[in-house]
């Protein structure tokens, strides 16, 4: 069975930095694409920023040149680097992988979330 575990949340005062992971297992191929998205209290689950093969990735407007999402493709791992927190990115953040294969159809994965708290 395949799993998403995220690690790095944590509380952070405004400016800081934090470094989320995302680790899977029980996958025996490659994952097309991997992202992270967030969902604040009483909020929609909105994509953060996305990453696709080779090494296509999109942002949100509102994280673009504060977040950069990376991946180790042959771990099936992605990383969200996030700089200049603000109270806004306060939220879970939830690793996703998603894909199509031939004989299985398209496939979706969700980790857990992981608490980002950005406060002083």
């Known amino acids: 069975q395949v799993q998403l575990v995220e690690s790095g949340g944590g509380l952070v005062q405004p400016g800081g930095s934090l470094k989320l992971s995302c680790v899977s297992s029980?996958?025996?191929?490659?994952?097309?694409?991997m992202a992270w998205y967030r969902q604040a209290p009483g909020k929609e689950r909105e994509l953060v920023a996305s990453?696709?093969?080779?090494?296509?990735?999109n942002y949100a407007d509102s994280v673009k040149g504060r977040f950069t999402i990376s991946r180790h493709n042959v771990r099936n791992t992605v990383y969200l680097e996030m700089n200049n927190l603000e109270p806004e990115d306060t939220a879970v953040y939830y690793c996703?992988?998603?894909?199509?294969?031939?004989?299985?159809?398209?496939?979706?994965?969700w980790g857990q979330g992981t608490q980002v708290t950005v406060s002083s």
């Open positions: 996703n992988a998603n894909g199509y294969l031939a004989r299985r159809g398209a496939y979706n994965y």
């Open positions: 029980g996958s025996i191929f490659r994952f097309d694409g």
């Open positions: 990453i696709t093969s080779p090494t296509s990735t």
